[in-house]
């Protein structure tokens, strides 16, 4: 019976020696961390346009449909999709051979009427003939020199151009097929003047005038481009109830007919807390930014929203009035001293 208070002894002394283990790494000092040169800036809420996106298809401001004049077997199709073209360039050669032969004819009379006149000119110089007989060879020479003109001009449309500089975009035919009037040969557009087309809500296009410059952001495109308003529809199509409006867009590398891109339409004015974009920390998937409180860092995860110029939207994680860092917040740590730049 005497044995028991020894063994219940000897049973808590392991008991006090892993208590005063604990103990002593409980009071082990954690290392101090070195103070940061930063410096800051006051969070305001500023005024901006509030914006609503529109998309839109990126297409030529100059293109054509290349059309045959008269009917006739096309000869030679000199081009093809993708090909650059100058302005007066050989595009079609149609085989129209009775024009030819009418145009033949036409010379042939109009040399023959200016023979006759020629001749009765010095025949009324000697008062052989009438002035009457004369006045009507000199008209029978102006029509035969108009038709001669006309079967000209006729038997130049068998040589189709291009009417200004581009890019074939589309062939509709191949040689040997007949032309005719209306029947679309090629289609061509100028790659270097491009725009964007987009169909308009009518709630926002009263709110757009002409010259307006938007943001436009083409999905091919890392950089978003300045669009200026050049038209607007001035009726609504009776389908969608919506308008077209187009905006001119700069040259830019990549930039092509045919991209997808979004407008931001303005739809009123509204207020948001912004911060420069130095002071946003990306971490993984996580946002932050450093509030300075009591000359320490004290880590604050964020929510940011749209990115205006040099600035972020700071939807959630931040008040108006705090103070954060804005240079050197990407190599601070939560709780670390910070000296404040003038």
């Known amino acids: 019976m005497k044995t028991k208070p020894i063994l219940l002894l000897l049973a808590g002394i392991p008991a006090l020696f892993l208590a005063g283990c604990g103990k002593s790494a409980e009071q082990k000092p954690s290392p101090s961390l070195p103070v940061a040169s930063v410096r800051v800036q006051t969070a305001e809420r500023k005024l901006r346009v509030a914006t609503e996106e529109t998309v839109g298809t990126v297409r030529a401001r100059q293109r054509a449909v290349i059309e045959a004049k008269i009917t006739g077997r096309i000869d030679q199709l000199l081009v093809a999709p993708g090909q650059q073209v100058k302005a007066g360039d050989m595009l079609v050669i149609i085989d129209a051979r009775e024009v030819q032969a009418r145009h033949d004819q036409a010379r042939a009379v109009q040399q023959q009427a200016e023979n006759d006149l020629k ?29 001669a003109a006309e079967a ?18 589309r062939k509709h035919t191949e040689a040997g097929d007949l032309a005719a009037p209306g029947k679309p040969l ?6 270097t003047m491009l725009r964007l087309e987009a169909d308009v809500p009518e709630a926002v296009v009263g709110k757009l005038t002409l010259n307006n410059k938007l943001s436009v952001r083409i999905s091919a495109l890392e950089k978003e481009l300045e669009g200026v308003v050049s038209e607007i529809a001035p009726a609504a199509d009776a389908g969608s109830r919506t308008f077209l409006v187009k905006l001119d867009l700069p040259p830019a590398p990549g930039l092509r ?26 971490r993984g998937q996580m946002e932050m930014l450093f509030v300075a409180h009591q000359d320490r860092a004290q880590l604050r995860l ?17 008040e108006a009035g705090e103070t954060i860092v804005v240079e050197g917040a990407a190599a601070l740590a939560d709780g670390q001293p910070l000296s404040l730049k003038p």
């Not at 010095?122 to 035969?144: H, T």
């Open 119 to 147: 001749r009765l000119t010095l025949l009324l110089e000697q008062k052989v003939i009438s002035p009457a007989e004369f006045d009507a060879s000199q008209s029978k020479f102006r029509v035969a020199e108009a038709a």
């Open 152 to 169: 000209g001009t006729m038997l130049s449309y068998t040589k189709v151009t291009a009417p200004f500089a581009g890019v074939i975009t």
């Open 186 to 191: 090629l289609e061509m557009e100028d790659s």
């Open 257 to 282: 007919a045919g991209q997808f891109g979004r407008v931001a339409m303005p739809v009123g004015e509204t207020s948001a807390l912004r911060v420069p974009a130095s002071a946003v920390v990306l």
């Open 302 to 318: 964020v929510k940011t929203g749209k990115r205006i110029g040099g600035e972020i939207e700071v939807v959630s994680g931040l």
